[in-house]
């Protein structure tokens, strides 16, 4: 018996391919890099404005702190005022390169880093020279420095000096300033009293300085002046680390 041949199987036919039609528009392509849009005019002037409020309100707090230290006795007048005035020219400046420069950092110009430092430096006030008087008879134990004043300027001040503070009981340091814009610093002591002479009026904290160095001086060498006259050669002055 013969075997039937088995029927074909049926098949399915694949869906065509679709082809791209021509016609239809292509998706675009992710910008690159240099496609990037550029930044707007209006945020680069945001951008300037705002740095420049940013520094100027830095000149503002330096001014706050410049008030502070001159309080505190950290700066003497002239230092303040100068530094105040170059705070103020430096604000002024940068608030009219703003306004008729909008959006540039013209203004960065006017920023003029360092300086404050050389201004306060500049207008320091130093010690010329100084001298020591004995309380008792009025002679000089100690002079160093550029210490030239006319005795008839200096005795009458020194007189005054002493009987004010012989009737003010706990008077301290007194300070004036004499020709030259110089300034003459009284320090008063239980046997001697400390005269020191400034190129411009000292800050507080100098003074406050001085009254220390006079009091360490009086202790350290309070067995001789005890002992009556004192001979300069046996006396110790702290005196010298700070002016010489």
């Not at 003029?112 to 008792?136: C, D, F, M, W």
């Amino acid at each position: 018996m013969q075997n039937k041949p088995e029927p074909p199987k049926p098949t399915t036919p694949k869906p065509a391919e679709s082809t791209p039609d021509a016609s239809s528009p292509k998706p675009p392509a992710p910008p690159t890099p240099a496609q990037s849009a550029p930044k707007s005019a209006d945020a680069t002037l945001a951008g300037s404005t705002r740095e420049a409020s940013d520094y100027l309100r830095k000149v503002s707090d330096k001014m706050m702190k410049l008030a502070e230290d001159f309080a505190l006795g950290r700066v003497n007048r002239v230092q303040f005022e100068q530094l105040y005035r170059h705070y103020v020219e430096e604000r002024e400046t940068i608030v009219r390169i703003v306004e008729t420069q909008p959006g540039t950092p013209a203004w960065k110009g006017a920023v003029t880093a360092g300086e404050s430092v050389l201004i306060k430096r500049k207008h320091a006030s130093q010690p010329l020279g100084y001298a020591i008087y004995l309380n008792a008879n009025s002679l000089p134990i100690r002079s160093v420095g550029d210490f030239r004043i006319d005795s008839a300027l200096l005795v009458p001040m020194l007189s005054s000096f002493r009987s004010a503070t012989a009737e003010i009981f706990g008077s301290g340091l007194k300070s004036s300033e004499i020709e030259g814009g110089r300034w003459l610093c009284f320090v008063p002591g239980v046997y001697t009293t400390l005269i020191v002479l400034f190129s411009i009026e000292p800050a507080r904290l100098q003074l406050d300085m001085l009254e220390q160095l006079h009091r360490h001086f009086e202790k350290a060498n309070q067995p001789v002046f005890e002992a009556g006259l004192p001979d300069p050669t046996r006396l110790v002055f702290p005196h010298a680390a700070a002016f010489e």
